[in-house]
């Protein structure tokens, strides 16, 4: 019977993780536009909603929390997405704002701003144990706290520029969430603003707002914009690649990151003889690279990343990949795209030698064989023998 159960309560708890998979890129686009919709709601409570209305000291304050609120649901709507916890937890941050701003003041946009997002919480709590990728550290949660931490920055300095407005030279000091916005920004981007602050609240204002909003708007740009940047170097570095590949000709083709591999890379470079190493294996390639040696990450079983390396203007292919069966692919696929080429195949084993042969390698080699006649050559040189007393 406990087991029963407990087998029950798994599946129970498994089942919403199924469901999220399917749903969560709808959910993500509904955070989206509900942060879109919090977006225009902010901009037309400042444009069209009276100012005689406020007549609370804490009315008139819903523009930037509704805003900012809906900034929030569309930088985190695309991590929603992917079912990250993190932001599921960060994205409680929105409506907490919009019903907060709703209650202090209530009028027909912050109201439907403080409903629109919590039905976005409504939407998503259901399937909370669903948000099981990822973690609460690392780089996701990083940028996500980067991002957020700005965002309320932002909220803070507007907020607080608005709040002690006249506080400020020149005459009338900061009015309007305009003017806000703008002293927020080149205060926090370190632009400099044409405001002073006359009293000591107000000096004390900008100084924190200096403190935490200049590390998070550096860090914030760095983390929007550094995915971007990496993209483009990427793009570049794959085109300059491909035109290095492009002009190769009479090379030599080592597909894998053995140590065979890498001596035979190293004895053709001191021949002169130009190589390209093709393989599977990131980090084996980075550390090829690192040596000066021409490398391409890609499949050696496929022809298209055969083609990559310029196969087909090749002088010779060598497979000398870690596993005897991975060279035989190999060999089978280059043999079937160039009939004519010369493929030296390395095993690891004596028994894939004919294997490989039959395959369509030109020259299978067994490099235990080729060491052991080696050491026994030498072992038994008459010239390196000791004179015996």
């Not at 995915?227 to 492009?246: H, N, S, V």
């Amino acid at each position: 019977m406990t087991s029963v159960s407990v087998a029950g309560a798994r599946r129970e708890e498994v089942r919403p993780r199924f469901r999220l998979r399917s749903r969560a890129p709808y959910l993500g686009a509904a955070a989206a536009l509900v942060g879109l919709l919090l977006v225009i709601l902010g901009f037309l409570s400042a444009t069209f909603v009276p100012t005689d209305i406020y007549r609370d000291p804490l009315g008139g304050y819903d523009p930037p929390f509704d805003v900012i609120a809906g900034l929030l649901l569309v930088a985190l709507s695309i991590r929603i997405r992917d079912r990250s916890p993190v932001a599921w937890i960060f994205s409680l941050i929105a409506p907490t704002l919009a019903v907060f701003v709703a209650v202090v003041s209530p009028n027909a946009f912050s109201i439907t701003a403080a409903v629109a997002s919590s039905l976005v919480v409504a939407a998503i709590f259901p399937y909370r144990s669903g948000f099981f990728r990822g973690s609460g550290a690392g780089p996701e949660a990083t940028s996500l706290l980067v991002v957020v931490t700005a965002l309320l920055s932002l909220l803070f300095g507007m907020v607080g520029a608005r709040w002690l407005g006249s506080q400020f030279a020149p005459a009338p000091g900061i009015q309007g969430w305009g003017d806000a916005l703008y002293f927020t920004i080149t205060t926090i981007s370190t632009n400099g603003s044409n405001y002073t602050p006359l009293t000591d609240t107000a000096r004390w204002y900008v100084v924190i707002l200096i403190l935490l909003g200049v590390g998070t708007f550096l860090s914030a740009v760095v983390v929007l914009f550094l995915p971007f940047l990496q993209r483009r170097l990427e793009g570049i570095t794959e085109r300059l690649e491909r035109a290095q590949m492009d002009e190769l000709r009479d090379h030599v083709v080592i597909c894998g990151v053995s140590a065979e591999a890498r001596a035979t890379a190293e004895a053709l470079r001191e021949e002169g003889v130009r190589t390209v190493i093709l393989a599977t294996d990131a980090h084996g390639l980075d550390l090829l690279k690192a040596e000066g040696l021409r490398t391409h990450h890609g499949d050696p079983s496929t022809e298209e990343d055969l083609k990559a390396v310029g196969v087909d203007r090749a002088r010779a292919l060598i497979v000398a990949q870690t596993s005897d069966a991975e060279s035989l692919l190999t060999v089978i696929t280059a043999r079937a795209l160039l009939p004519g080429l010369r493929i030296v195949a390395v095993a690891a084993a004596d028994s894939s030698l004919p294997k490989l042969r039959r395959a369509g390698a030109s020259e299978a080699i067994s490099v235990v064989n080729v060491a052991a006649k080696l050491v026994s050559e030498a072992a038994l040189s008459s010239g390196s023998s000791p004179t015996r007393k």
